[in-house]
């Protein structure tokens, strides 16, 4: 199997998110082996919590699986370039590689917006981007199409939340 076999894998579960009108991110965890033992996809809504990205719920379930807060060796797979916020957790917990779909050129952290393989910490990730990009940018883009003109007409900080 392949990065692109993993990386559809990763778009079934972005699908998932997007019929649960969440940002439609997925990710999955390999083990050492090439073994998937996590997967996820954004909660942020459902959860009510603004850390519930694909990629920590990923890490989390993959923690859990192997009883390690240490994922040395492991590979994660995720629809779109990680935030700073899951970079951090990516480092912490040691992922050896990380292969992502589209870029996100406002909030990417593994060099779209910053790279943060490059600020000297103790832990640097193998990264590969842009595998299934056109797909994974085409479920962002048809989901955010769809969300147009939706938002309540409010200012503040629950500005960005759909009306249910």
Do not use: W
């Given at each position: 199997?392949?990065?692109e076999?993993?990386?559809?894998?990763?778009?079934?579960?972005?699908?998932?998110?997007?019929?649960?009108e969440?940002?439609?991110?997925?990710?999955?965890?390999?083990?050492k082996?090439?073994?998937?033992?996590?997967?996820?996809?954004?909660?942020?809504?459902?959860?009510?919590?603004?850390?519930?990205?694909?990629?920590?719920?990923?890490?989390?379930?993959?923690?859990?699986a192997?009883?390690?807060?240490r994922?040395?060796?492991?590979?994660?797979?995720?629809?779109?370039?990680?935030?700073?916020?899951?970079a951090?957790?990516?480092?912490?917990?040691?992922?050896?590689?990380?292969?992502?779909?589209?870029?996100?050129?406002?909030?990417?952290?593994?060099?779209?917006?910053?790279?943060?393989?490059?600020?000297?910490?103790?832990?640097?990730?193998?990264?590969?981007?842009?595998?299934l990009?056109?797909?994974?940018?085409?479920?962002?883009?048809?989901?955010?199409?769809?969300?147009?003109?939706?938002?309540?007409?409010?200012?503040?900080?629950?500005?960005?939340?759909?009306?249910?």
């Open positions: 199997m392949d990065d076999y993993f990386m559809e894998l990763c778009l079934v579960e972005a699908m998932h998110a997007f019929e649960d969440e940002v439609p991110v997925g990710a999955l965890i390999l083990d082996k090439g073994k998937v033992i996590s997967i996820a996809h954004n909660l942020t809504r459902q959860k009510n919590s603004p850390t519930a990205h694909a990629e920590i719920l990923a890490i989390e379930g993959a923690s859990k192997l009883n390690n807060f994922l040395t060796g492991c590979t994660m797979f995720c629809s779109k370039e990680p935030c700073t916020m899951c951090g957790a990516i480092i912490e917990a040691r992922i050896k590689r990380l292969v992502f779909g589209c870029f996100d050129k406002k909030a990417g952290a593994f060099g779209s917006v910053i790279d943060i393989n490059n600020i000297g910490l103790n832990h640097k990730v193998d990264v590969i981007g842009g595998i990009k056109e797909q994974s940018e085409e479920i962002l883009k048809s989901f955010f199409k769809k969300r147009r003109g939706t938002e309540a007409v409010i200012t503040g900080p629950t500005r960005n939340r759909l009306s249910r």
